[in-house]
């Protein structure tokens, strides 16, 4: 069976979760994958964690907030975009999961929660998840397309959904708040014995405000564990589709090939594999190129001869490259965008990639 164009994925998939290392293009890339997708009549929204400004401005908008912001366009759907702000996020996963407002007070006001909020490691990821999951339920957007953080775990963005409740599960974090659930006997003198220790190496009035922070959490854990069994299951079955994106630089594919596998560790495949920045083709073989830069080497046209010899060498060498690539994703639709000659500055240049990537 033939994989579905890049058009017939963004017309079928409900969320479009775009992966890849750095310096690849990959905010640009989900951009132009939500635009593409308003283009063709649905109401798309990307989440991107870049904070440069270069995408508000492709988008003709001053900036972009942790709110989705519509974008006017002569497109029959719409498009929407908003830049995460994780630690705003945190604050409403606080809100939504409190049994009330004065225990999503306490944890708000708390000087441990203001210091861990946006420096816990692999917060963004969950925040980017939860931004992703709150996104999709609400029910204002066909489409959902997330510009993940950049990272070379692939797994990282996969298990954030379960990062509060596997914290909330951890030992330790049940023995600082057994007291706060009147246990008595060995599970509290455990406590004491965990806070006593901790507060010999970082302080005491640290840990008093960890354990505070802790304890201000009682009662919240089925409601993470709830959002996180939701939000796996919406990012492993038919509606979600993941996007690779690289560039043909043996590095980057490299990186490709070691996210490939660690998806599919987690039974997960790519929907898409997208490969920025390509030379352009002469339309000569190497070997044509090299006789006509022998035929000419000792003429004024020798120089010009050499850089096609070296570009199509070079762009046969990426060829090369791309194609290993795509046949370590069989399943998977390959696209190809070429080296364009300017930056992606305004919607036309997001449109001129929407179209490579539906054409």
């Not at 997330?146 to 914290?167: G, H, I, N, Y």
């Not at 509290?188 to 005491?204: E, H, I, K």
């Not at 201000?216 to 089925?222: A, C, K, L, N, T």
């Amino acid at each position: 069976m033939n994989a579905p164009s890049c058009a017939e994925l963004l017309a079928q998939r409900q969320v479009v979760i775009v992966c890849g290392t750095g310096g690849v293009g990959k905010t640009t890339t989900s951009a132009a994958i939500a635009l593409a997708a308003a283009e063709a009549g649905r109401r798309a929204v990307v989440v991107t964690i870049d904070p440069a400004k270069r995408l508000a401005d492709a988008l003709g908008v001053s900036r972009l907030d942790n709110t989705p912001t519509v974008i006017d366009g002569p497109w029959p759907g719409l498009l929407g975009a908003l830049m995460l702000d994780t630690k705003s996020t945190f604050d409403e996963v606080v809100r939504r999961n409190a049994t009330d407002d004065d225990q999503a007070e306490r944890i708000l006001s708390s000087r441990f929660y203001r210091n861990v909020s946006g420096t816990l490691s692999g917060t963004q990821d969950y925040m980017a998840v939860e931004k992703l999951a709150e996104l999709h339920a609400d029910g204002d957007w066909d489409l959902v397309v997330v510009d993940t953080p950049p990272t070379r775990d692939a797994l990282a963005f996969l298990e954030a959904p379960q990062m509060l409740s596997r914290l909330l599960d951890n030992p330790i974090y049940k023995l600082i708040t057994a007291g706060n659930r009147g246990v008595l006997g060995v599970a509290n003198r455990a406590a004491q014995t965990v806070v006593r220790q901790l507060a010999r190496v970082v302080g005491a009035h640290v840990v008093d405000e960890a354990v505070a922070f802790f304890q201000s959490f009682d009662g919240m854990e089925r409601g993470f564990k709830e959002r996180a069994e939701a939000t796996l299951a919406l990012m492993g079955d038919e509606r979600t589709a993941f996007v690779l994106v690289a560039s043909p630089r043996r590095d980057t594919l490299d990186e490709a090939r070691y996210f490939l596998d660690r998806i599919r560790r987690a039974d997960l495949d790519a929907a898409a594999v997208i490969v920025n920045r390509m030379l352009p083709r002469t339309g000569l073989s190497v070997t044509q190129a090299q006789t006509l830069h022998t035929s000419l080497a000792d003429s004024g046209g020798g120089g010009a001869a050499q850089a096609l010899l070296d570009l199509t060498t070079a762009g046969e060498a990426d060829d090369d490259r791309v194609a290993d690539l795509s046949r370590a994703a069989p399943n998977a639709v390959l696209a190809t965008v070429p080296m364009l000659a300017d930056d992606i500055h305004d919607i036309d240049g997001l449109r001129v990639i929407a179209e490579l990537l539906t054409r």
